[in-house]
Nanobody, 120 residues
Framework: QVQLVESGGGTVQAGGSLRLSCATS????????MGWYRQAPGKQRELVAR???????TYADSVKDRFTISRDNAKRTVYLQMTSLKPDDTAVYYC??????????????WGQGTQVTVSS
């Protein structure tokens, strides 16, 4: 019943921008943290950005000053604004969330991923 729905991926030229969205669905009481990971072909999945319920953010060094993570608590949605995109940013981007489903338990979920391709 609980699902993360990603959108906003696509193909863009180097230097361009994209905005990714990840919305939660189902019975979710609250969100402890949400973030974005990415995995390029032949490479390990890595953290891109993460935001906690308190608003603290974490960014990979490779995307600092270019990517911005934000959230809309009412919509239970997290966004990743990507600017100055580089070909090295090409990867499948996955949404990840720690979701509070009961008053006593928190679960971790992954989205299906959305492809981001940056052409030179």
């Amino acid at each position: 019943q609980v699902q993360l729905v990603e959108s906003g991926g696509g193909t863009v030229q180097a230097g361009g921008s994209l905005r990714l969205s990840c919305a939660t669905s189902g019975s979710v009481l609250s969100i402890n943290a949400m973030g974005w990971y990415r995995q390029a072909p032949g490479k390990q999945r890595e953290l891109v950005a993460r935001i906690t319920s308190g608003g603290s953010t974490t960014y990979a060094d490779s995307v600092k000053d270019r990517f911005t993570i934000s959230r809309d608590n009412a919509k239970r949605t997290v966004y990743l604004q990507m600017t100055s995109l580089k070909p090295d940013d090409t990867a499948v981007y996955y949404c990840n969330a720690d979701l509070v489903l009961t008053f006593t338990r928190t679960y971790n979920y992954w989205g299906q991923g959305t492809q981001v391709t940056v052409s030179s």
